[in-house]
């Protein structure tokens, strides 16, 4: 396992159309995290989970957003009726209980947005 | 909510040069982390902080945490092409409830002349 792993890598959609990413943790971490990134920002903090319990989402994430860890392992992230203002570059991240402690967050290549 | 003032917002320089960079908070954290980002891919972490006053190196990097807890400072000495990039500090809290999360600053992009 070489890291985080985040699919698909660029999803050009039209307004309105639904998009889902998909996110594989690094193997045995039981933390995973959805950050956004928007030209120019740094990233900011979506919703998190342990195992497969969503234990927090950000004010950022609307009711067109949904995140599913179903069997703890990998996560997707669904947007519908996308918006150009969702246009960002999607980030995973995942952790280990004992990394979690030290906030070592590793990071996947991410998932570029862009609506029409 | 929580923010990140991480100045300069940008920096060109010669190769060969020394860079420094900081970040400033008006919360108190228990963690600074640095980041590089380079084009199209995601965050690789640098230099994790942990106590306060702590002064860590990874290489030609260094980085330190500040006294007060509100502010972290990176250094990179004897710049070289490949250190381009865009560099984010991040500070880490945890809340009575909820998730422990990454707030980040807004980076630093570094130019290098070669």
């Known amino acids: 396992d070489t890291g985080v792993s985040q699919d698909p890598r660029h999803k050009i959609t039209k307004r309105g159309q639904n998009v889902t990413f998909r996110c594989d943790p690094i193997?045995?971490?039981?933390?995973l995290y959805w950050y956004r990134q928007t030209l120019g920002q740094g990233p900011e903090f979506l919703t998190y989970f342990q195992n497969e319990a969503q234990l927090e989402k950000s004010r950022l994430l609307s009711d067109r957003f949904s995140a599913e860890r179903p069997k703890g392992s990998f996560s997707t992230l669904e947007i519908q009726r996308t918006e150009q203002g969702d246009s960002a570059m999607y980030l995973c991240?995942?952790?280990?209980?004992?990394?979690?402690?030290?906030?070592?967050?590793?990071f996947g290549e991410g998932s570029r947005l862009t609506v029409l | 909510g929580q923010q990140l003032n991480q100045s300069p917002q940008s920096m060109f320089i010669q190769e060969g040069e020394d860079v420094s960079m900081n970040c400033t908070s008006s919360s108190i954290f228990n963690t600074w982390l640095w980041y590089k980002q380079e084009p199209g891919e995601g965050p690789v972490l640098l230099i994790a902080l942990y106590k306060a006053g702590e002064l860590t190196s990874n290489g030609r990097l260094t980085a330190q945490f500040g006294i007060t807890r509100k502010d972290s400072f990176l250094n990179i000495s004897a710049s070289i092409p490949s250190d381009v990039g865009i560099y984010f500090c991040a500070g880490r809290y945890i809340p009575i409830q909820g998730a422990q999360k990454l707030v980040f600053g807004q980076g630093t992009r570094l130019t290098i002349n070669p």
């Open positions: 193997s045995e971490h039981n933390r």
């Open positions: 991240a995942s952790s280990s209980l004992v990394a979690g402690n030290t906030g070592e967050l590793f």
